[in-house]
């Protein structure tokens, strides 16, 4: 595992402290520029949803960015969690290459015969 670096920013701190709080927009507001239910704007926007590429077309619409900006956002944050994350480490080092799986399998094959 490599060594912890500070988290991402997420897509919710950007919308918060780049876009809803500097345009003096609310949740409710987002929520009705992009056609969206309030919780859906309201869970991104405090990281307790991730972006989907849907959302990602509706903000780059509507502020004017790359559907690609928010996209990478996302991504970063998720790799990160999963690079610092001990438990989803200690999975990835049960992962055996496929080629290392059918090596072995055709060894165990041939002890057979």
């Known amino acids: 595992m490599k060594q ?3 988290k991402p920013t997420t897509v919710g701190d950007i919308l918060q402290y780049e876009y809803l709080e500097p345009l003096e927009l609310k949740i409710n507001d987002l929520a009705e520029i992009l056609h969206v239910h309030r919780n859906t ?3 991104l926007v405090n990281n307790n949803r991730k972006l ?3 959302m990602a077309f509706r903000l780059a619409k509507a502020f004017d960015t790359s559907v690609d900006f928010w996209r990478n956002l996302q991504a970063a ?3 990160w969690e999963v690079e610092n994350d001990m438990r989803a480490q200690e999975e990835l080092n049960r992962i055996v290459s496929v080629k290392d799986f059918i090596a ?3 060894g165990e094959s041939k002890k057979v015969a």
């Open 77 to 79: 944050v998720d790799l």
């Open 41 to 43: 704007v309201s869970a």
């Open 4 to 6: 912890a670096t500070r």
């Open 52 to 54: 989907t590429t849907d």
């Open 104 to 106: 072995q399998r055709n």
